[in-house]
């Protein structure tokens, strides 16, 4: 009876641990209320910054062109984490003025497939022989520089 018990214990451990989640959130979330309010007084870059912050990202290929983005992502105990929403508002200037702002949120990423290869890059992957050679005598030096004898 007593192992029965433990068992039970054990696995509604497990399951409460299992279904724990937190929820982080990062960057700056832009509701639609503050863009209508930036629009109506046709906000220049200043007022922008004043009322919403810092960009996340100001693109070198256009200066009249800044992003918010915020992220919401979801920790789970014993899977990690994994991203439960996004939404990245795009506001364009014209003339130092806000002239036009674009919503993209959840919808929009569904379109966007990720590829699933890598990028080879030459020259950054050592291989275990390498490594090797390369901690010799490293790590019984002293302060002059040379190896204890």
Request: with cysteine.
């Amino acid at each position: 009876m007593k192992f029965l018990t433990n068992i039970i214990l054990l696995i509604t451990t497990i399951i409460t641990l299992a279904s724990c989640k937190s929820l982080e959130s990062h960057g700056r979330y832009v509701s639609a209320e503050e863009l209508d309010a930036l629009k109506s007084i046709k906000a220049s870059k200043s007022d922008v910054v004043n009322k919403l912050g810092s960009p996340n990202l100001k693109p070198s290929y256009s200066k009249n062109t800044w992003y918010y983005v915020s992220r919401i992502r979801a920790k789970r105990s014993l899977w990690g984490s994994k991203t439960d929403s996004q939404r990245v508002v795009k506001l364009v200037f014209k003339d130092n003025n806000l002239h036009k702002t674009y919503i993209m949120d959840n919808r929009q990423n569904d379109k966007i497939t990720l590829a699933s290869t890598i990028t080879p890059t030459k020259g950054s992957d050592k291989s275990m022989i390498l490594e090797f050679f390369n901690n010799i005598g490293r790590f019984n030096k002293k302060k002059g520089g040379r190896s204890k004898k």
